[in-house]
């Protein structure tokens, strides 16, 4: 347990990271502020068309009595606009890790460098980073995807729907915002997204320690521009943890060396 609190200092350390260097702070909000009004515009589209979208869906149900239709038909609203927000809170930091990508790899290099230690630089070209980016951040999506059509029919089980199921919702949510923010660093560090799964899923709890309480703080309006920048600091420091050499976390001298997967 004592990881998740190690998670949230991650989270908290970013911050802090981000607010004694107000330049990159600047920096790092342009990103997400473009990425937010394309999201806001798309949700409220969702709010005003998701009953309409229930009517369509569910001619079953047009000569259902009272109280069934409304309730049958209110339920999915909720349950529609609940999965939008969702996905919304997910692809957020992958749509704005990806339109800022030169930002914010700047932005995880100056951490590194303030740091102390090497500095790795992933030696590719623009186009090729982006095309990375793209490439995973599908692929993430395509298992959040997954996640959420499940959760969505699980959301239908009395009690359970309202209670355990939204709770894994979040923990699903926060393991892979973390994902995608250490990905800005552990790509220099030249790991695969296989890699990047494994690494995350062998510090589990560290993960949702930070991905977790991040993904509840996205969900309040204008929160997740302003948490981005150091959001992205955070995780850099969370990678540098993770992939540290072996000898500098057993307190000897550093010795130039590849760097490996954290044995804990």
């Known amino acids: 347990m004592r990881d998740l609190g190690a998670g949230f200092g991650y989270l908290i350390k970013g911050q802090r990271w981000v607010g004694r260097h107000g330049r990159w702070f600047g920096i790092g909000l342009l990103p997400g502020l473009i990425t937010l009004v394309l999201y806001a515009a798309a949700l409220v589209g969702l709010g005003y068309g998701a009953d309409d979208l229930v009517d369509w869906a569910t001619p079953f149900a047009d000569d259902w009595s009272s109280p069934w239709l409304g309730l049958l038909r209110t339920t999915l609203t909720v349950l529609v ?11 957020f930091t992958a749509v704005t890790l990806l339109v800022g990508q030169p930002f914010y790899e700047s932005l995880s290099e100056q951490v590194d460098r303030t740091e102390g230690g090497e500095v790795p630089e992933s030696g590719l070209p623009l186009w090729r980073e982006l095309w990375i980016s793209a490439r ?129």
């Open 81 to 91: 606009f609940g999965l939008g927000l969702f996905l919304a809170v997910i692809t």
């Open 136 to 264: 995973d951040s599908i692929r993430i999506l395509v298992r959040v995807g997954l996640y959420a059509v499940l959760l969505f029919a699980l959301g239908f089980i009395p009690v359970l729907g309202q209670t355990v199921v939204p709770v894994i919702g979040f923990c699903v949510t926060g393991y892979f915002l973390a994902e995608e923010l250490t990905a800005v660093a552990l790509q220099r560090r030249g790991m695969v997204l296989k890699d990047r799964l494994a690494l995350l899923r062998g510090r589990r709890l560290l993960t949702l320690g930070f991905g977790v309480p991040l993904g509840l703080a996205f969900l309040v309006p204008f929160v997740a521009v302003f948490l981005m920048p150091g959001a992205v600091a955070g995780a850099t420091l969370l990678a540098r943890d993770l992939v540290a050499p072996e000898d500098e976390e057993e307190g000897e001298d550093p010795a130039p060396a590849p760097y490996t997967l954290d044995k804990h």
